[in-house]
């Protein structure tokens, strides 16, 4: 199978970083235009995220087996799901306040976005290590040994 994994999980670490600094960038300078251009990005970003947890868990098995020590996967799967699940309450709640179910919370968005990014962010680099110190996904690239 080609490892699509690593080619997709680019655009949502970035639409993700973008959305929230968009966030930041509100709180001080045209709210209402930032607000729109994070909710856009998040709505990207996030459809990128699912995509990249789809094509991650089907390169685990991959991975698995051409000697990648489990751990490291492991490490990198539950950050990266744990990224995931918050960027999903962060557009959850940015759908019930566009909703006009309850009032906008933008502390609360802010410090979501910012945990999701650290999260992604540290899940990123474990995959980088995955690929770089193990060989994942790299045909006849030698594995070495931690």
Known sequence: MHPIHPMLVHFPIALLSAAVFFDLLGRKWRTEECRIASLY?????????ALSVVSGTMAEDAAEHSGV??????????LGFAAFWVFAGLLGLRLVTWLGWIREQRMVALLLGIVGVVLMLVASYYGGSLVYDYGAGVTGYPMRTP
């Open 41 to 49: 990005t998040l709505v990207l970003g996030f459809a990128g995220a």
């Open 69 to 78: 020590p489990e751990r490291a996967i492991e490490i990198h799967e539950m």
